[in-house]
């Protein structure tokens, strides 16, 4: 049996390529430097794959910045209005795109930037209209078909495919995307018939837009573009890939497109193997079967894949072990891991791990299970370590290794519904706060210094003691208190400037969780995150931030507060254990933060914000499967609000423009007050807002914390009497669009104060 891998994290080990991007980006190294950095952590990946045996082995799966981006260069359109040259975008035009600068002497905005379905990693969004043209520019594909050509691989070649290059656009004339797809399959067939000449044996096209909803138009659209590919006169063999979930409706029409292989997710998409049976199989074609999951960090399961292998072995004249989706989504290596618990580290399959995974399962599969005897014994060993239950040893400077006192047991025991109702527990947070009209305050974090980080990392690296770094952390806080005084303020914030990350911070302080030192996802761009590895049961070791709050509470006569994260946040930007549902995992997550919220509350901090920007971003990709989220989900919520007592002022932040889709779960959620990223959509969410049925507080961002820029008092006045409209004087607030962590000091204050300043104009006005 034969092996395939779509794609392999494209940073590098030791994130060689954000450093290198962001020299060049500063002018700090040449243009040479940073395409031999690329072209190392190409070789490197492909030397990995190589040396693991995989038959189908990528090219152009890599990117400078974006695989859409690139996509839309080779297809000769990004946006309207921009020429693109025949042939090789200048580099610095290409990230223009991405990052903004200008092009040909013209200034241009960056490309929107938005989640790739329901991962973490970000593309860019390219721009099209009713007059787009497109046009094959072979530039990249050819150039690293060659490169693996020169190391002995013929590879695979990556690219999206045209149904989901078109949904992934934005038309920003309104037009009907599907309506340019004729022209677009031009040059693909162009571009296919481009890579035969110069022999090209494979080309995977990425049709993820599959495992969403499609109507019958789409995939009538969707089999005639790829009849339409197949009769391209000079074409190498085609396969469509399909990741992220399962097709459903799409699956008869995918097995008859007249293409030479498919490929199919069977780890988010179990369903399809049914799917399959049912269509009567994949039919003459190659299916590449994806049993090895390119979206979680476990290790695969090997005799439950060789069953799937074995089942599809029915269903197709060719099967193939593949990984489910890119392998852009996990870390490169558990063996640059050394602080993991090794019971934890040994259940763990980073992407060069899950090649050696293919390689057996193709062995399994194609010589029968004794030829891999010692191969399923080890994994069987590794599958029942008891890594998920042992608990973490609480982290140095931990709450738990300060001895506080956890709360009491019976606040474990609370119900998961808020009384009294919203209306009463204003009545009493009004009377305990005695808040003026339009309250301001801030999402949480202030500006985290140079001075700051600094510090951190020498208390992390035992290079400072902790009582010298919980001084530094007070003083910090000092200071962030006396500027909001000074600002004037409302409801006061700590800064959280004991955070890093706000989900890493409390993973470090819970048990069930694992850090890497070296777990390194792309987001987007040069960006990288380190998700926790939620492995197994998730408690305190005691308090987590009471100390912070209790402090930053000491120094103001204002009300302080506190900010804890969330459980779907906590759970969704995690690495989550899969042997158990994970609404399971997000409730015990809850149970951990609700402790927190208790033990807050009980050292009289009256106001407890539970941020979740990654509630909506949660929602699953179909239609069918977002009522049973949104209900685990508030549930979950609703687990840590539901302990707070009703002169407890519960908050909640989301940071995400469109709510339209989980609007109705918000007054499930019971809370008090609700901030939302609007500043950037000019407050459209509201009217979307003004139709729920949530009645609570509702803070819409009145300027975007991304952008350098200071709002005047003028701006933002507007966009708080846009909001007034609809949400009335009596529920409304005053905040940014988000946390002020990466802006620099001299930028958040003065916004701060004309923000106080633009409050104030229109309260008097109110008064009067
Ligand atoms: N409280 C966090 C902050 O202010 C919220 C971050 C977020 O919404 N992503 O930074
Ligand atoms: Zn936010």
Known sequence: MRTAVHGMPRIGPRRELKWALEAYWHGRSTRAQLEETAAGVRRRNWRAMQAAGIDFIPANDFSLYDHMLDAAVALGSVRPGIQLPPAGLDLDDYFAFARGGVIGGQPVAPLDLTKWFDTNYHHLVPELDRASGFRADPTKPLREMHEARGLGIDPTIAFIGPLTFL??????????????????VDAYCEMLGRLAEEGASWVRLDEPVLVEDRDARELEMLEHAYRRLAECPRRPQLSVSTYFGHVGDAMATLVDLPVEGIGLDLCRGVENLALLEASGGARAKVLFAGVVDGRNVWVNDLARSLDLLDRCSKLATEVVVSTSCSLIHVPLSVVAETSIDPAVATRLAFAEEKLVELAVLARGAGMGRDAIADALADNRARLAAQGRRSPRRPPRGSVAARGDQPASS??????????????????????RFALPLLPTTTIGSFPQTAELRAARA????????????????RAEIDRVVEIQEGVGLDVLVHGEPERDDMVRYFAANLTGFALTENGWVQSYGSRCVRPPILFGDVDRHGPITLEWARYAQSATARPMKAILTGPVTMVRWSFVRDDQPEETTALQVARAIRDELVDLQEAGIGIIQVDEPAFREGLPLRQAERASYLEWATSAFRTVSAAAKADTQVHTHMCYARFGDVLSALSELDVDVISLEAARSGMSLLDELGAASYAGGVGPGVYDVHSPEVPSVAEIEELLERALHIVGPDRLWVNPDCGLKTRRYEEAVPALGNMVEAAKRLRERLNR
Not at 171 to 184: E, I, S, T
Not at 411 to 421: C, L, V
């Open 167 to 184: 949904l992934r656009s934005r038309a920003v004339d309104g037009c009907d995307r599907l309506q340019l797809l004729d022209r677009l």
């Open 410 to 431: 019976t606040a474990r025991e609370q119900s998961d519904r808020r009384s009294p109702g919203l209306a009463e527990r204003a009545e009493a947070q009004r009377r």
């Open 458 to 473: 020498a208390w992390r690296a035992g290079g400072s003691d902790d009582e010298h770094y919980r001084a530094l952390l």
